[in-house]
């Protein structure tokens, strides 16, 4: 993984400029069905690194069956070693923004966990059907994230 | 509002519709990897009004 440049190639301007572009993606969801929800998600690549940002708003017919998960969309696998990857928020329309992290949950997926109190300290879990709120219609998921391709 | 759509036959995204936001020209399915058909489900401009 990484470029497919070799020593002695001549770089044209599109090779040039394909570096670090965004492409406009359709996120491979587990534990989601986004019925008619919108997505809006970019990945761009530079040589082994694979950065991801976007959100999804639910729609009516929107629903979590599960803990959230993305498939990457480029490439074979990223490193996993369950490391957080990138910080993500969910927002309830008409009420709270709630902030979480992305995680690796496998060689190809990334989870999606939300932030909890337990006592004095900040801990982490899936987020779910119910949590950090009961999703509905204009609900969001938003995160950016820096993976690293293997 | 456009819509983009798997025509892969072999995933499992084939002829599902899913919204997409940002307007994009160009949409990759995120399983598959291949190009989606897009479809651009805003209503056409008004006819320009002839003096």
């Given at each position: 993984m990484g470029f497919p440049f070799s020593s002695g190639d001549v770089l044209t301007a599109a090779d040039m400029n394909a570096i670090g572009s965004w492409v406009s993606f359709t996120p491979s969801w587990?534990?989601?069905?986004?019925?008619n929800g919108t997505d809006q998600w970019y990945y761009a690549v530079v040589n082994e690194t694979l950065f991801i940002t976007g959100r999804t708003t639910f729609g009516s017919t929107s629903s979590i069956s599960g803990a959230v998960q993305m498939e990457i969309?480029?490439?074979?696998g990223i490193m996993n070693v369950s490391q957080p990857v990138g910080s993500a928020n969910y927002l309830e329309s008409g009420g709270d923004n709630y902030n979480g992290v992305v995680t690796t949950q496998s060689g190809t997926t990334l989870g999606f966990r939300e932030f909890n109190v337990t006592g004095s300290l900040i801990t982490q879990a899936n987020i779910f059907a119910g949590s950090p709120f009961t999703w509905g219609t204009d609900d969001q998921i938003r995160a950016t994230m820096t993976l690293r391709l293997t | 509002m456009i819509t983009a759509t798997c025509r892969?036959?072999?995933?499992?995204?084939?002829?599902t519709p899913r919204n997409v936001g940002g307007e994009p020209t160009q949409v990759v399915c995120?399983?598959?990897?291949t190009n989606c058909e897009l479809t651009d489900?805003?209503?056409?401009p008004p006819e320009p009004i002839e003096e």
């Open positions: 587990n534990n989601l069905t986004i019925g969309p480029y490439g074979t | 892969n036959t072999d995933c499992k995204y084939n002829d995120g399983h598959c990897r489900l805003r209503p056409d």
